[in-house]
């Protein structure tokens, strides 16, 4: 197939545009593309409860090391045909043992970095409420409504991680595909997928190390179907 239109997705809603249906129709019915969501596993302890996002590059703790290696275990007698990842440091550790193990290159996509969260960064969870004056835990709601000082905002993440996730669909129809990345942006590509406002993704939990799958059946009224949610592989 011709590369996107990556321009024309920038303006684009999933399941509505012209650009999106072109995607699908190399999607053969009865022959789905699967998509495994991967988030990193457990980072170093200093940044627990730390709003690191895009801004603070952290490494795993020994227990992040060991969600990479029960990730590649868990996935060593699927198959797949390609890897997808975030640049960050904690992301490139967790799929080292998977793209070790299947002799795979990763293509790392800038756009699938953490969000930025502006002025929360460095910020512990309980912090929040003390200096900004609301609740970490209402994250998702607030950056798609006043959004967060100096960070990104909901329409800036679609625009940066939607291109991504279609490119990604356009070039590998009817295969499987290891996309490592963050929670938050595991939570913008299901956003996208099922046609959800952002705010509605905080009924999901995204775990370290954890494994989300989501089929693309597009002869399907709904293509987009998740088979698996937040499933962590034993350590």
Not at 21 to 45: D, M, Q, S
Not at 52 to 68: C, E
Not at 195 to 221: C, D, W
């Amino acid at each position: 197939m011709p590369p996107c239109d990556l321009a024309a997705f920038q303006t684009c809603r999933l399941g509505e545009s012209a650009p999106w249906k072109e995607v699908l129709k190399a999607h053969l019915p009865n022959h789905p593309t699967t998509l495994y969501l991967i988030r990193h596993g457990e980072v170093e302890e200093r940044y627990h409860k730390v709003f690191g996002g895009s801004r603070i590059d952290m490494a795993l703790s020994p227990l992040g090391v060991q969600h990479g290696q029960a990730v590649a275990q868990w996935l060593k007698d699927t198959k797949i045909d390609a890897i997808y990842a975030s640049p960050m440091l904690r992301v490139q550790q967790t799929l080292a043992p998977l793209a070790e193990q299947r002799d795979l290159k990763p293509t790392l996509i800038p756009d699938l970095r953490e969000v930025d969260f502006g002025e929360w960064t460095g910020q512990r969870w309980d912090g929040v409420q003390e200096h900004f004056g609301v609740s970490a835990f209402d994250w998702l709601e607030i950056i798609e409504t006043q959004g967060i000082a100096n960070g990104e905002s909901a329409d800036e993440l679609t625009q940066r991680v939607q291109p991504a996730l279609l490119q990604i669909l356009h070039d590998h129809p009817h295969q499987s595909v290891a996309i490592f990345c963050h929670g938050g942006i595991i939570r913008v590509i299901l956003a996208l997928m099922l046609e959800q406002p952002l705010r509605h993704m905080a009924h999901f939990n995204i775990e370290y190390g954890s494994i989300t799958v989501v089929e693309v059946q597009p002869e399907k009224k709904h293509a987009f179907e998740i088979e698996l949610m937040n499933y962590c592989p034993p350590v």
